[in-house]
């Protein structure tokens, strides 16, 4: 294909350039949104930082090393050199604005990701030649394909490449269920890679550390390289445009502005993923990626139809929620239609008015205040008191894009305070907690009265523990949340039990005959009676049933005793010394010594638990269950995931614990699971000794 001269494109419409050249324009005007997103440890906080230094929103490029680094300044990332939570940046870039969200990469932070995508424009991913980190990136391009987000992909740390880019590119193809184009081809000298060839434009440019690369010309054997690697970018780009596949088939150069129209397009449907490459630690690439962002990432007005929103008036979605030390609750949200200013007032979707206390610009852990906010743009709102992330705020009542679903909880602590005067104090700092990270789940177990942290993972609840002692000044202790085991009976009884008591005046005095059968599964605990004579007067047959129900809370085992029924059947009474209290107590008299006599058995609750895991760590996952009392139902292939498998098993609620910690380290931190109740199993050998043994160790105690 001969060499073309073709300027750089602006899409939006068209328009004549230099020397009548015609320049694509197809592209959105105003603020855009951007999320980076990608696999823990590929390199989104430090391409955000060169993001940063490239455009001049701070003076220098911090590292993780150093600890200096815009994005990821709170205690709890630094300390675990991870992000922890979404980071927020604005900065210019040829006069064009622009926020960036950078997003964690571990799937214990996954939630943090899903919960901005609504209110993005599009997503940079950035990955790396690992293929340990496949089944991750392939978590997060689902997420994105699930919400219709377009996308392209950042290689990074193409400095340290050992393999071609295109054998890299058929590996990390296995992730996306669409095509990943190469935008560009790296110029390699002595085994590094020192600058870049422009599929799109077909020019060449050298690399400067933390500068913009400069053109140059290309080498005979870069422009052969060049020429097959465009014709098969050209290849996938006709796959949808007719017009460019018959131009291919007939041997005709294509027009420059049709590829760079069906390049803005298919990337902006979600039907190809460019791919261009680069080294954040270095700043190579990142200019590259800047102005393919401002020319061809989709803007707001896309976004609202992707929402399904008609812009009339103004429109906000809260995409988080931050407590900060000194300015209280702020709310940042995407500013989707209108305008916002301090002052005004904005209506939430359960109709509650807050007025708008400061509207700042955010960078990292910085919010300056700043004046208007326009359409477009990514700001913080102060103190939204009734205001709740993912809602869209409007001058009136407006329903949400839709509601936030946030995975399973996997892992779960049981909290306290160290301190009896924290009480109240831990009750509000974990409605902060949650209300910044809807994926934890705070509750108060109704069986034991604990209260119970539940989470993503164990780093996810290891750093809901660090703010709570750090940010919100607790002493905390943790335990293992009591399982809600139960008893019942293999057989039943009949027996009589007389409560009798003389002290002076009235007495007291209770009879009752009771017969005390086991129950099918699950049909839980049934008193009747059948009374004749008025042997027991009726007035005090609510008094028995009452005695009954309160025996049944701790059987001879120490737990509830469950699948039960009790008949009434014959009593005496006194017509002085008889009374409502001395019948309860004949009744729980009765069923303490009857329950005895029934075989008492240990019940434990048993979950059906499906297993998401990638396919070649089936068999060890199968093994997990199989060492943990579960029962495989079988598995099979995870609907629209490639590579994927899914596990179904019954496992006791009590071998679920720590189960995630297992699974995460056999498949490389990716699988994950959801589990319902599903029935109550008798516990018999060494496992219910293991908790009568506790049980009685704690009433001991």
């Not at 465009?230 to 007719?242: G, I, N, Q």
């Given at each position: 294909?001969?060499?073309?001269?073709?300027?750089?494109?602006?899409?939006?419409?068209?328009?004549?350039?230099?020397?009548?050249?015609?320049?694509?324009?197809?592209?959105?005007?105003?603020?855009?949104?951007?999320?980076?997103?990608?696999?823990?440890?590929?390199?989104?906080?430090?391409?955000?930082?060169?993001?940063?230094?490239?455009t001049?929103?701070?003076?220098?490029?911090?590292?993780?090393?150093?600890?200096?680094?815009?994005?990821?300044?709170?205690?709890?990332?630094?300390?675990?050199?991870?992000?922890?939570?979404?980071?927020?940046?604005?900065?210019?870039?040829?006069?064009?604005?622009?926020?960036?969200?950078?997003?964690?990469?571990s799937?214990?932070?996954?939630?943090?990701?899903?919960?901005?995508?609504?209110?993005?424009?599009?997503?940079i991913?950035?990955?790396?030649?690992?293929?340990?980190k496949?089944?991750?990136?392939?978590?997060?391009?689902?997420?994105?394909?699930?919400?219709?987000?377009?996308?392209?992909?950042?290689?990074?740390?193409?400095?340290?490449?050992?393999r071609g880019?295109?054998?890299?590119?058929?590996?990390?193809?296995?992730?996306?269920?669409?095509?990943?184009?190469?935008?560009?081809?790296?110029?390699w000298?002595?085994?590094?890679?020192?600058?870049?060839?422009?599929?799109?434009?077909?020019?060449?440019?050298?690399?400067?550390?933390?500068?913009?690369?400069?053109?140059i010309?290309?080498?005979?054997?870069?422009r052969?390289?060049?020429?097959?690697?465009?014709?098969?970018?050209?290849?996938t780009?006709?796959?949808?445009?007719?017009?460019?596949?018959?131009?291919?088939?007939e041997?005709?150069?294509?027009?420059?502005?049709?590829?760079?129209?069906?390049?803005?397009?298919?990337?902006?449907e979600?039907?190809?993923?460019?791919?261009?490459?680069?080294s954040g630690?270095?700043?190579?690439?990142?200019?590259?990626?800047?102005?393919?962002?401002r020319?061809?990432?989709?803007?707001?007005?896309?976004?609202?139809?992707?929402?399904?929103?008609?812009?009339?008036g103004?429109?906000?979605?809260?995409?988080?929620?931050?407590h900060t030390?000194?300015?209280?609750?702020?709310?940042?949200?995407?500013?989707?239609?209108?305008?916002?200013?301090?002052?005004?007032?904005?209506?939430?979707?359960?109709?509650?008015?807050?007025?708008?206390?400061?509207v700042?610009?955010l960078?990292?852990?910085?919010?300056?205040?700043?004046?208007?906010?326009?359409?477009?743009?990514?700001?913080?709102?102060?103190?939204?008191?009734?205001v709740?992330?993912?809602?869209?705020l409007?001058?009136?009542?407006?329903p949400?894009?839709?509601?936030?679903?946030?995975?399973?909880?996997?892992l779960?602590?049981?909290?306290?305070?160290?301190?009896?005067q924290?009480?109240?104090?831990?009750?509000?700092?974990?409605?902060?907690?949650?209300?910044?990270?809807p994926?934890?789940?705070?509750?108060?177990?109704?069986?034991?009265?604990?209260?119970?942290?539940?989470?993503?993972?164990?780093?996810?609840?290891?750093v809901?523990?660090?703010?709570?002692?750090?940010?919100?000044?607790?002493?905390?202790?943790?335990?293992?949340?009591?399982?809600?085991?139960?008893?019942?009976?293999?057989?039943?009884t009949?027996?009589?039990?007389?409560?009798?008591?003389?002290?002076?005046g009235?007495?007291?005095?209770?009879d009752?005959?009771?017969?005390?059968?086991?129950?099918?599964?699950?049909?839980?605990a049934?008193?009747?009676?059948?009374?004749?004579?008025?042997?027991?007067?009726?007035?005090?047959?609510?008094?028995?049933?009452?005695?009954?129900?309160?025996?049944?809370?701790?059987?001879?085992?120490?737990?509830?005793?469950v699948?039960?029924?009790?008949?009434?059947?014959?009593?005496?009474?006194?017509?002085?010394?008889?009374?409502?209290?001395?019948?309860?107590?004949?009744?729980?008299?009765?069923?303490?010594?009857?329950?005895?006599?029934?075989?008492?058995?240990?019940?434990?609750?048993?979950?059906?638990?499906?297993?998401q895991?990638?396919?070649?760590?089936?068999?060890?996952?199968n093994?997990?269950?199989?060492?943990?009392?579960?029962?495989?139902?079988?598995?099979?292939?995870r609907?629209?995931?490639?590579?994927?498998?899914?596990?179904?098993a019954?496992?006791?609620?009590?071998?679920?614990?720590?189960?995630?910690?297992?699974?995460?380290?056999?498949?490389?931190?990716?699988?994950?699971?959801?589990?319902?109740?599903?029935?109550?199993?008798?516990?018999?050998g060494?496992?219910?000794?293991q908790?009568?043994?506790r049980t009685?160790?704690?009433?001991?105690a």
């Amino acid at each position: 294909m001969p060499d073309k001269t073709f300027q750089e494109t602006i899409p939006s419409g068209r328009e004549t350039g230099e020397g009548g050249r015609t320049r694509n324009t197809a592209g959105a005007h105003g603020p855009r949104c951007i999320a980076l997103t990608g696999p823990f440890g590929s390199g989104k906080t430090t391409l955000l930082e060169a993001i940063l230094a490239r455009t001049g929103a701070i003076a220098r490029q911090g590292t993780v090393s150093a600890g200096n680094m815009t994005g990821d300044a709170s205690a709890e990332a630094r300390a675990h050199g991870m992000s922890v939570e979404a980071n927020f940046a604005e900065v210019t870039y040829l006069g064009d604005t622009f926020s960036f969200i950078d997003c964690p990469g571990s799937i214990e932070f996954l939630a943090e990701m899903e919960g901005v995508l609504p209110g993005v424009d599009m997503a940079i991913v950035v990955a790396e030649d690992d293929e340990r980190k496949l089944p991750a990136l392939q978590l997060i391009l689902k997420a994105l394909e699930a919400q219709g987000i377009p996308r392209m992909l950042f290689l990074n740390k193409i400095d340290r490449e050992a393999r071609g880019v295109r054998v890299v590119l058929d590996t990390l193809q296995a992730a996306s269920s669409v095509p990943l184009v190469l935008r560009q081809l790296p110029i390699w000298e002595d085994g590094r890679a020192v600058g870049f060839i422009d599929l799109a434009l077909e020019r060449a440019h050298v690399y400067h550390e933390r500068e913009e690369s400069t053109r140059i010309d290309m080498s005979d054997q870069d422009r052969v390289r060049e020429l097959e690697a465009r014709y098969t970018m050209l290849e996938t780009l006709a796959d949808h445009d007719d017009d460019l596949m018959e131009a291919l088939l007939e041997d005709i150069a294509p027009d420059p502005a049709q590829v760079f129209g069906d390049l803005v397009r298919e990337m902006q449907e979600g039907l190809i993923c460019p791919v261009f490459f680069g080294s954040g630690e270095h700043g190579n690439g990142v200019g590259r990626m800047l102005k393919a962002l401002r020319h061809e990432a989709p803007g707001v007005t896309q976004t609202r139809k992707r929402l399904g929103m008609h812009a009339q008036g103004p429109a906000l979605e809260v995409l988080k929620t931050l407590h900060t030390p000194h300015g209280g609750k702020l709310s940042v949200a995407r500013v989707l239609s209108g305008t916002v200013s301090d002052g005004d007032v904005v209506t939430d979707p359960r109709g509650g008015e807050n007025r708008v206390s400061g509207v700042f610009s955010l960078l990292g852990q910085q919010a300056s205040k700043r004046g208007v906010a326009s359409e477009g743009e990514l700001v913080g709102l102060g103190r939204l008191d009734t205001v709740m992330t993912g809602d869209i705020l409007s001058d009136k009542a407006v329903p949400s894009s839709g509601a936030r679903s946030y995975p399973y909880p996997v892992l779960a602590l049981s909290l306290r305070a160290g301190r009896r005067q924290d009480d109240v104090r831990l009750s509000a700092a974990l409605a902060k907690l949650t209300e910044e990270d809807p994926s934890l789940i705070a509750r108060q177990s109704q069986d034991s009265g604990e209260t119970i942290l539940e989470g993503q993972g164990e780093m996810h609840l290891r750093v809901a523990q660090e703010k709570l002692t750090g940010k919100f000044g607790l002493v905390i202790e943790t335990g293992t949340p009591a399982i809600p085991y139960a008893e019942t009976i293999r057989s039943g009884t009949d027996i009589r039990a007389r409560h009798k008591k003389q002290s002076g005046g009235h007495g007291q005095f209770g009879d009752v005959a009771l017969e005390i059968r086991p129950q099918e599964r699950g049909a839980g605990a049934a008193f009747s009676d059948r009374i004749t004579g008025g042997v027991v007067p009726k007035q005090y047959i609510p008094s028995v049933r009452e005695g009954v129900l309160e025996a049944l809370q701790k059987g001879p085992l120490g737990f509830q005793v469950v699948d039960v029924a009790v008949c009434l059947t014959d009593g005496s009474y006194h017509s002085v010394d008889s009374s409502d209290q001395a019948f309860r107590m004949a009744a729980i008299q009765g069923m303490r010594e009857g329950l005895e006599a029934c075989k008492p058995v240990l019940l434990e609750p048993v979950l059906k638990v499906t297993i998401q895991c990638p396919a070649d760590v089936t068999a060890k996952v199968n093994a997990i269950v199989s060492a943990r009392r579960g029962q495989l139902l079988g598995f099979d292939a995870r609907d629209g995931w490639a590579g994927w498998d899914e596990v179904q098993a019954l496992i006791p609620q009590a071998e679920t614990s720590d189960l995630i910690i297992e699974l995460r380290s056999a498949s490389a931190g990716v699988a994950s699971y959801f589990a319902a109740f599903d029935h109550m199993a008798e516990v018999n050998g060494k496992a219910a000794d293991q908790v009568l043994s506790r049980t009685g160790s704690q009433a001991a105690a």
